[in-house]
């Protein structure tokens, strides 16, 4: 049966197994070497109080978070996008 990527799917290589992290929509447990890593910026003020802390002139820190999704997960939501059907291999 011919092969369809040569790094199977994956972005490390040579290292043996890697360690499996949970999908934040589905659930689903991946290999984190496949897994679409999506960092955002996480408030930790409502979005009235920010308004007023930063007019008055407060410096509010917004954390950063990192989300990890399944390929079929990260399509779904828009993290990342299909290839062309004329770019993709058979």
Same mark, same amino acid.
């Given at each position: 049966m011919p092969k369809k990527r040569k790094s199977g799917g994956k972005s490390a290589s040579h290292k043996g197994q890697s360690t499996?992290? %949970? =999908?934040a929509? =589905?659930?689903?447990?991946?290999p984190?070497? !496949?897994? !679409? %890593?999506?960092?955002k910026r996480v408030s930790l003020v409502d979005g009235r109080i920010y308004k007023?802390?930063?007019d008055a002139g407060a410096v509010i820190q917004r954390p950063t978070q990192?989300?990890?999704?399944c390929v079929s =997960?990260?399509?779904? !939501?828009?993290?990342?996008?299909q290839r062309a059907k004329s770019t993709r291999k058979t």
């Open positions: 499996t992290v %949970q =999908c929509n =589905c659930g689903r447990f991946i984190r070497s !496949k897994a !679409k %890593q999506v960092t007023e802390l930063r990192r989300v990890y999704y =997960c990260a399509i779904h !939501k828009h993290r990342i996008s």
